[in-house]
């Protein structure tokens, strides 16, 4: 299929962009500019503790500053740079599923002429790990995620945000923010072979200690994008 572009949008693209570098140049150079941030991020766990042979979900709140917008994760417009999220644990005993985006808005801004998908204020993405027997000692799991901010009148150069959280293992885990996983956490299905067997259907239930984030074990809808 032919690809269309539209010349006027792609270069007020490239206007923004080459203004951003000459700032960036001025103040410091690539290297300043990357530690230029427009949103926060927190890796949000559902339990207490982790334990041994089970999988859960595990949330990444963003939180886009207000006057800020970022790309989704499929740009309308191919030369935009879409947010793209990386998930690791310190550990090899802790396999990282797939990541589920949460659906974009579709916006009109001054320098584009067509609704472009994009993300602010705050919202949701979604991952799920499990566990593996023989796991000993407290993991560190990593969230980075690369984005590109924009106002209304121009976007900048990518920027990258980093979290970790620690997950303790254990067997007496509690619940935290059951609401939260309710909402945004059952498009999550699982990614790679450690996860064989431990899900019906596309998201549930978990192999897990308690389900209250997944509607207590209830079969939820389809997968993510």
Not at 41 to 49: K, S
Not at 88 to 117: I, M, N, Q
Not at 178 to 198: E, I, M, Q, W, Y
Request: some cysteine.
């Amino acid at each position: 299929m032919e690809m269309r572009y539209n010349l006027p949008f792609m270069v007020k693209i490239a206007k923004s962009f080459f203004l951003t570098l000459l700032i960036a140049a001025v103040y410091g150079g690539p290297a300043t500019a990357r530690e230029v941030q427009y949103a926060d991020m927190r890796p949000v766990l559902p339990t207490t503790e982790f334990a041994p042979g089970k999988s859960y979900p595990i949330l990444l709140e963003v939180n886009v500053w207000e006057g800020y917008h970022i790309n989704s994760d499929k740009p309308i417009q191919p030369n935009l740079i879409p947010t793209v999220a990386t998930f690791t644990a310190s550990d090899d005993h802790v396999a990282v599923g797939r990541t589920v985006y949460p659906e974009p808005e579709l916006k009109l801004f001054k320098f584009s002429p067509e609704k472009l998908a994009v993300y602010d204020g705050r919202v949701y993405l979604a991952t799920s790990i499990t566990l593996n027997e023989g796991i000993s000692g407290d993991v560190t799991f990593t969230a980075k995620l690369d984005y590109q901010a924009c106002t209304d009148e121009a976007c900048f150069l990518p920027s990258r945000l980093e979290a970790a959280a620690t997950l303790k293992i254990g067997t007496g885990g509690v619940d935290l923010e059951p609401g939260l996983f309710a909402k945004h956490a059952r498009d999550v299905t699982p990614g790679g072979s450690g996860f064989d067997g431990l899900f019906e259907g596309s998201i549930g239930p978990m192999e897990i200690g308690s389900a209250a984030w997944w509607g207590r074990g209830e079969s939820g809808g389809g997968g993510g994008s």
